[in-house]
């Protein structure tokens, strides 16, 4: 099942009847992150079991699919909220990397998404920042989110421009970007976030830099 904004009121009203604590997994789907998307089929699966199995509180997981609203048709995808990590393997499998225009992509639908949905958390995974011109804009939609979480962001090409937009929009809402040193780390990484929102019932040590680096802080 596939949602795009116009069906995301009805998803949105189902999610405040729901104690549970949501994290969404907003990734670029542009034609350059196929390597991500297959990385994120291996991994989030993997992280799905272990925090059923590893916290004491309920858990839900969603992610949105994300693309250049000026270049791309349908540039906002949102999965539905789920609770089996079966079906977050199924959802993501559906999913085909193309379109992007130019470099810069449009992030901040992601954060649209999952604030509209009413995710505590959300992890932001891309190669390229938001549009420019957008960018107080998007540090105020950022600022909303805030209200109800925090924003990781996981950028995966090391450009300036990308790591200042991941950044700012993060700290934003008191959370942090990193830079991805291999794909291999995003398994450690995701259980690193949630070390840190304080949902784990064990105490994980995280192996990898990038999954140290966003430990950092905190």
Not at 71 to 97: E, H, K, R
Not at 157 to 182: L, M, N, P
Not at 183 to 197: A, S, V
Request: glycine fraction near 8%.
């Amino acid at each position: 099942m596939m949602t795009t904004f116009d069906g995301l009121d009805a998803m949105a009203s189902h999610a405040k009847t729901v104690e549970r604590r949501k994290y969404a997994l907003g990734i670029d789907s542009t034609g350059s992150m196929d390597p991500l998307w297959a990385a994120t089929q291996r991994t989030v699966p993997r992280v799905f079991d272990f925090i059923q199995q590893n916290s004491n509180v309920g858990f839900e997981m969603m992610l949105v699919s994300y693309k250049d609203n000026e270049f791309d048709s349908n540039p906002v995808i949102a999965s539905p909220w789920y609770t089996d990590s079966l079906q977050v393997g199924d959802w993501i499998n559906d999913i085909y990397c193309d379109g992007g225009g130019d470099f810069e992509e449009s992030p901040e639908l992601a954060i649209l998404a999952a604030d509209q949905l009413g995710a505590d958390i959300l992890i932001l995974l891309g190669d390229a920042p938001g549009k420019s011109r957008r960018r107080a804009e998007d540090l105020d939609i950022a600022k909303t989110f805030a209200k109800r979480g925090k924003i990781f962001g996981l950028y995966v090409e090391q450009d300036k421009r990308t790591a200042k937009w991941f950044q700012d929009i993060a700290e934003a809402t008191g959370g942090k970007a990193v830079f991805v040193q291999s794909l291999d780390h995003i398994e450690d990484t995701l259980k690193t976030i949630m070390k840190i929102d304080g949902i784990l019932t064990v105490d994980y040590k995280p192996k990898t830099i990038t999954a140290l680096k966003l430990l950092e802080g905190y």
